[in-house]
């Protein structure tokens, strides 16, 4: 355990940003709420008084400048987290970033780029990897017990209300969110990526919005090709009719089988199915991030997730929707 003290700043003050008050708050006295940064200062005062940050702001300069502040999250909408990022990183300071990285190619490039010249860490939040279960499951993948990977799927068929889209401007746009892929489905996506361990090469997909009326898509149908040969599809949707249907993640291997569906996971390998002592101690979600983030500027190591990491759904996700609209299969770069 570290004994330094890391001061947090927050630069986005709206739905996320609790979660990583409550987790810098979680993780004292390793760290401490300093300021939050808000372009509506209202947002940011609330956010202060609910978690006793030291200060507010409406200037991002301000909280850069802050002596103080160590490592800031940030939790803008996504089309503003290169930029956000990188005038983080010109300001020394460590940074915590909400997923999606950013949603343009040169954006991330950038981001990334700016973070290593300067030589601050870049973490990155997918909470679905600081899960147990998932983690137990991605070190048996990665030791071989299951084999092979054949083919995998991902479903999932949420709902987001057209009064969802109304609450933030950004939503929905394809200049800060893009649709239910980027911003929802991302979280599955990335989780389905990282536990099969293997680049894709090639995507073919269909997007529309079909039952909202916002610019992005709010249905996608997608196929991808890895270099190993496997082969998974993805059907994602923000257009259900109800929410609350179970996501569905499968990985199916020459030795074994992963069903990743409600709260029962479903695994075997060789024919015998392996249960799991559920882990209730352990730190998960952004208090893990938080955490994380810290141990790897005191150990001077890379954070578990680093941009380089957290960038490869979005260039998944960005290829669907270029194959979608150019109707072509798209290779990865
Ligand atoms: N990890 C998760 O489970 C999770 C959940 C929700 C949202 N997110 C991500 O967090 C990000 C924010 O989502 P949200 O739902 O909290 O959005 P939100 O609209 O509730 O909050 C965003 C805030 O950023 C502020 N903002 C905009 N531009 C700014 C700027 N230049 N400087 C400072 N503040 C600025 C807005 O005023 C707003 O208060 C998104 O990228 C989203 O994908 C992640």
């Not at 490869?312 to 609209?325: F, G, H, K, N, T």
């Amino acid at each position: 355990m570290t004994s330094n003290v890391f001061g947090w700043g927050i630069i986005g003050c709206g739905v996320i940003a609790s979660s990583h008050a409550r987790a810098v708050l979680a993780n004292a006295p390793q760290a401490r709420l300093v300021g939050v940064c808000d372009i509506d200062l209202v947002k940011a005062e609330h956010l202060k008084d609910q978690f006793g940050a030291q200060f507010a702001t409406e200037s991002i300069d301000e909280l850069l400048s802050s002596l103080e502040i160590d490592c800031v999250s940030i939790c803008t909408p996504s089309g503003l987290h290169a930029h956000c990022g990188i005038e983080a990183a010109r300001a020394g300071k460590n940074i915590l970033c909400e997923k999606p990285l950013d949603i343009d190619h040169s954006r991330m490039d950038a981001f990334i780029k700016n973070v290593h010249t300067v030589g601050v860490k870049l973490g990155c939040v997918f909470q679905q990897r600081t899960h147990p279960l998932h983690r137990r499951l991605k070190a048996m993948l990665t030791a071989g017990a299951f084999g092979r990977i054949l083919y995998a799927d991902l479903s999932g068929k949420d709902y987001r209300s057209p009064e969802y889209y109304r609450t933030a401007d950004w939503r929905g746009t394809l200049r800060y969110d893009r649709g239910c892929l980027m911003n929802q489905g991302i979280h599955s996506l990335d989780l389905l990526l990282w536990l099969i361990g293997e680049p894709v090469v090639e995507v073919a997909g269909f997007a529309d919005h079909l039952a909202r009326a916002i610019e992005a898509e709010d249905t996608i149908a997608g196929s991808l090709h890895f270099a190993s040969g496997a082969l998974a599809s993805i059907l994602y949707a923000t257009s259900s009719s109800r929410s609350r249907l179970p996501h569905h993640i499968g990985i199916h291997c020459t030795e074994g089988n992963i069903i990743l569906q409600g709260s029962q996971p479903f695994v075997e390998v060789r024919g015998e199915q392996l249960t799991f002592e559920s882990d209730a101690t352990s730190r998960q979600g952004h208090e893990y991030h938080v955490h994380d983030l810290i141990e790897a500027i005191d150990n001077n190591r890379d954070p578990e997730i680093t941009g380089e990491s957290a960038r490869i759904a979005v260039d998944v996700a960005l290829a669907l929707y270029e194959a979608s609209e150019t109707r072509s299969v798209v290779t990865l770069r």
